[in-house]
């Protein structure tokens, strides 16, 4: 029998192959990932809401499909978590907020219920700031979410529980959300690789809110979803189980021109990459500077791509963006919550409702959301790929919004997510990949931006560096403190 811990090591394409051949089997995997979450959720609670019991009968669901001789799926046997935001049926939504804390929701988001119908077997829903309304791992309800590479720091968010569980091997998939960085965060502050598809890649149903769920909505034109992994491959192949049209995302793209499993192969040489190193106007932290210059040679020395040094050209997009959230945000029945619910509400979320937004507010978001796409239009024209640092800043202490200061400067509380948000804005593909290390040994990222609707190049790119400085075997000193 394969041991336990080395089983919670392994990526989600070898243990799919492992399970199908039946050198694994299903419940030898889930029990040992539900070993291994008993074991590190005291110290690192990614998990909101664990579902031991349904995990079970799953798996013992794909060993029958497997003994009957039938194909149980892609992803069949394979651990994922969901993300506490994502609607699962049968299973507790809470949403991180008190007005959500008990709701069970009646059907499955679209993506959760295409990654069943492949064999994933659900460990659980993974702890999320309130409503996502954050980059962090707190909420008022549920214990804050601990990042594994030092507990007493923040994981990033808003797919907070996600990235742990994923960086810690409960599970090697795990389902998240981006609608201004909330999988790209998360998974460079815990050393993963963490993809954001292209806008309309993967359907949004009910992700996007409706009637039916008073006073929450979703960033319906920012939002997308994206898997949190060890490994590219891992990432392609989820996404080519949650990927393509569905009736119900009005927004949802044709299928996809091309096989996400294939796009991984093929080098780089001759690309030209624009490096955009601060956008020409934010702080940056300088150890994070260091790690993503160097990550950008190995594009240039190792990769045979033309790297030269480029900003877009817009502005501090940070208003805009507030506005455009505000703006796709069920604004009068969160505020209809916070007449019962406000005492038991996280304090940012409620001055965010409580701002006297105006029509001109939304109306300048918008005209400036789209200067900022027609610029980067324009800009991508003349690169294959853009780099920036994912973030301007290593993992900062648990309980803040973010820093008061970058890099010496005076901050926002949203500044340090200045590389993000900018690309929901413009719906194109972006990744993280783990870059390196800062000197206390925590994790930075560099962020991988394709152009409109290129998402093969940016999986190609991050399968090239992932070869070239692969990360897959570096894990958090925790696991081997505790045996694991």
């Excluded at 934010?282 to 030269?308: M, N, Q, S």
């Excluded at 926002?412 to 593909?429: D, E, H, K, M, V």
């Amino acid at each position: 029998m394969t041991d336990a811990n080395e089983i919670c090591r392994m990526d989600a394409v070898t243990l799919a192959a492992k399970i199908r051949s039946r050198e694994l089997s299903a419940i030898e995997v889930t029990v040992a990932a539900l070993a291994r979450m008993e074991k590190l959720e005291p110290i690192l609670q990614a998990f909101c809401t664990p579902t031991p019991d349904l995990a079970i009968d799953q798996a013992r669901r794909i060993e029958a499909e497997i003994a009957a001789g039938r194909d149980p799926g892609p992803v069949a046997g394979v651990p994922a978590s969901i993300k506490d935001l994502i609607l699962t049926k049968g299973i507790r939504t809470a949403s991180g907020s008190a007005a959500y804390e008990n709701f069970v929701p009646d059907e499955d988001d679209v993506a959760v219920e295409r990654l069943k119908a492949a064999g994933a077997i659900i460990l659980g829903k993974t702890n999320v700031p309130e409503f996502g309304y954050s980059a962090t791992g707190h909420n008022p309800i549920f214990e804050t979410t601990r990042n594994p590479w030092n507990t007493t720091l923040t994981s990033g968010g808003s797919s907070a529980g996600a990235a742990v569980a994923v960086a810690t091997g409960m599970g090697p998939l795990a389902v998240g959300s981006d609608g201004g960085g909330s999988v790209r965060i998360p998974a460079s502050f815990c050393g993963l690789y963490g993809f954001k598809p292209s806008f309309g890649r993967i359907p949004l149903y009910p992700g996007a809110r409706d009637e039916r769920y008073p006073g929450v909505s979703g960033w319906e034109s920012l939002e997308c979803y994206g898997p949190l992994t060890r490994t590219v491959a891992d990432a392609a192949l989820m996404t080519s189980v949650m990927a393509g049209p569905d009736m119900r995302d009005r927004h949802s793209l044709p299928p996809a021109n091309f096989d996400w499993i294939e796009a991984l192969k093929g080098d780089l040489k001759g690309k030209r990459i624009a490096y955009s190193r601060d956008w020409g106007y934010a702080a940056v932290e300088p150890e994070v500077l260091r790690i993503a210059d160097a990550a950008v040679k190995v594009f240039e020395r190792d990769l045979g791509c033309i790297v030269e040094q480029a900003n877009p050209g817009w502005d501090d997009p940070a208003r805009a963006f507030a506005g455009v959230v505000v703006a796709e945000t069920d604004l009068a029945g969160m505020r209809t919550m916070l007449d019962r619910y406000e005492s038991r509400m996280s304090p940012h979320l409620v001055d965010l409702l409580r701002m006297p937004w105006t029509a001109e507010d939304f109306t300048n978001a918008n005209v400036g959301r789209k200067a900022l796409v027609n610029k980067m239009w324009r800009f991508m024209m003349r690169y294959d790929l853009l780099l920036t640092p994912t973030l301007a800043v290593p993992p900062f202490p648990i309980l803040m919004q973010g820093p008061d200061k970058i890099a010496g400067q005076v901050a926002r509380a949203s500044s340090w997510l200045c590389f993000t948000f900018p690309i929901n804005l413009t719906g194109q593909p972006a990744a993280t990949v783990p870059a390196g290390f800062t000197s206390d040994a925590l994790p930075v990222g560099l962020q991988i931006i394709g152009r409109h609707l290129d998402d093969p190049m940016v999986l190609r790119a991050s399968a090239c560096f992932e070869a070239a400085r692969p990360w897959r075997d570096k894990w958090p000193p925790l696991l081997d403190k505790m045996r694991l």
